[in-house]
């Protein structure tokens, strides 16, 4: 189709079809960076945890009142805990991934003495069977010896922090960051002037909350020290989680019958912990949903309402190109070329806007780049809205009768 008479036309009416192009460019730059944005809540939302996630529990207590040994009484709670029937395993811990509770972190460095840290991994720690409860897998190396945990609350009493030499086991991403030839089993790497030896090595196993940027989700470290329910909480591993229910009610009163003295903070499937920690990022992609859709309805009603002011405005017109013997598939075709024209100056200029208000993220809120793929799907998206939103007014174009000419002359 020759386009000259629809530039000629776009021309004779270049405020209206620049107000459009506009209303297109935004909602392009707006939709590429929402879609990008929902797909990273999304991935955030599906990320695997490492854990048994619908086999672990939360137990969590608080005492009332100074207590004698308080290391004493939770080697019996995890011992009464340990014995209700359908428990698998038990151990004190002090976080979980993907966890609302605050966050235990530390830098590791490959020396001493090195000035910039290698990087920022979360700080687990916990008793005997931590790696059984929470169900993580152990890809290279062992787990922890039973003569090599030490108590958290020795530490600085008993124990000197500032050299305190311990063996640990690393997620699979803290590894490969610290040593990327792969070889980081049996090597020595700092917690400022700690040593600390790399026994093993855990598939994964991501932090409890975002750290600074995405990137340090999967850095986390596992330390062989005992916590206290006053410093953790207990975490259970059932072996059918139909039971999870009966469970946790068994464990209040195990809890309690060991020491009726204290009260329980927090009884929680994993489950549940999770949908929590993720119920902020469920709530945005619901929002930018309805924001791509109600941006995609007003932009479709502007490509309408234009449209069918112009068939009004050129009714005459159109009835003459049928006397001359136009067909109703070529009034069709004009409409439709003619919108695709303005969607596509809307586009490209929207794809430069998207870019710069990418860039207004990153630096505002440590976004990533956004990646070129998603300018040609919002392209995409709004040439097919044009077309469609186009077709009713078009079709009501192709249906004007030769005859109007005569009868508008």
């Known amino acids: 189709m020759d386009i000259r008479p629809i530039l000629s036309s776009l021309r004779r009416h270049k405020t209206a079809a ?47 009142g100074a207590t004698a040994d308080i290391d004493a009484l939770t080697r019996e709670d995890i011992a009464a805990l340990r014995a209700i029937p359908g428990v698998a395993s038990v151990t004190s811990i002090n976080q979980l991934p993907f966890r609302r509770r605050g966050s235990w972190n530390t830098s590791l460095a490959l020396t001493p003495d090195q000035e910039v ?3 920022n991994a ?22 922890f010896n039973a003569d090599e945990y030490v108590d958290f609350s020795a530490i600085g009493k008993t124990i000197d922090a500032t050299t305190l030499s311990l063996p ?29 030896r790399v026994i093993g090595i855990v598939e994964r196993l991501p932090r409890p909350g975002y750290g600074e940027f995405a990137s340090e989700m999967p850095f986390s470290l596992i330390f062989p020290i005992r916590l206290n329910y006053g410093n ?46 993720f119920q902020g990022d469920r709530a945005m992609v619901g929002l930018l949903i309805t924001v791509c859709i109600a941006l995609l309805v007003v932009t479709a009603l502007g490509i309408v309402g234009l449209a069918s ?8 017109q159109i009835g003459i190109r049928r006397a001359l013997g136009a067909s109703k598939t070529q009034i069709l075709r004009y409409f439709q070329t003619e919108n695709f024209l303005i969607a596509t100056i809307g586009i490209g200029i929207g794809m430069l806007l998207a870019f710069g ?25 709004l040439w097919l809205l044009g077309q469609v939103a186009v077709l009713g007014p078009a079709r009501r174009a192709a249906s004007v009768p030769p005859a109007i000419a005569t009868r508008s002359a």
């Open 309 to 316: 002011f112009w068939v009004q405005q050129r009714t005459k």
């Open 168 to 196: 640990v086991l690393l997620s699979r991403a803290a590894a490969d960051k610290l040593f990327p030839d792969g070889q980081a089993l049996g090597k020595t790497v700092y917690m400022s002037t700690s040593p600390l």
């Open 122 to 143: 979360a700080q687990y720690m916990g008793s005997e069977d931590l790696v059984e409860t929470l169900g993580l897998r152990i890809t290279q190396g062992r787990d």
């Open 232 to 277: 953790g909480f207990y975490a259970l591993r059932v072996q059918d989680p139909a039971r999870r229910q009966e469970v946790l009610d068994a464990a209040a009163k195990a809890i309690d019958k060991v020491a009726p003295n204290r009260l329980l903070r927090r009884q929680e499937t994993y489950e549940n912990i999770r949908r929590e920690f």
């Open 117 to 119: 840290p290698t990087l």
């Open 357 to 381: 208000l990418n860039q207004l993220l990153m630096s505002k809120y440590a976004l990533p780049r956004l990646p070129l793929l998603y300018l040609p799907i919002g392209a995409l998206l």
């Open 18 to 64: 620049a107000l459009l192009a506009i209303e297109i460019a935004l909602t392009c730059a707006i939709i590429c960076n929402a879609l990008f944005l929902i797909q990273q809540r999304l991935s955030a939302i599906k990320a695997p945890s490492g854990v048994a996630e619908h086999q672990l529990l939360e137990v969590g207590v608080s005492g009332v």
